[in-house]
């Protein structure tokens, strides 16, 4: 992956190791809401 990528992970059910650049976008790890591309962006 290239330097500047964002990695997003469904069905991880917040599990994932904390990472820059890395989301799990799974409604389970995020309190059962959609996350938009652009919110994370800006986290990221």
Do not use: E, I, T, Y
């Amino acid at each position: 992956m290239g330097k500047r990528s964002v990695n997003l992970h469904g069905h991880s059910h917040g599990r994932l190791k904390p990472l820059p650049r890395q989301f799990d976008v799974g409604v389970d790890a995020r309190g059962l809401r959609p996350v938009s591309l652009a919110n994370l962006l800006r986290r990221a």
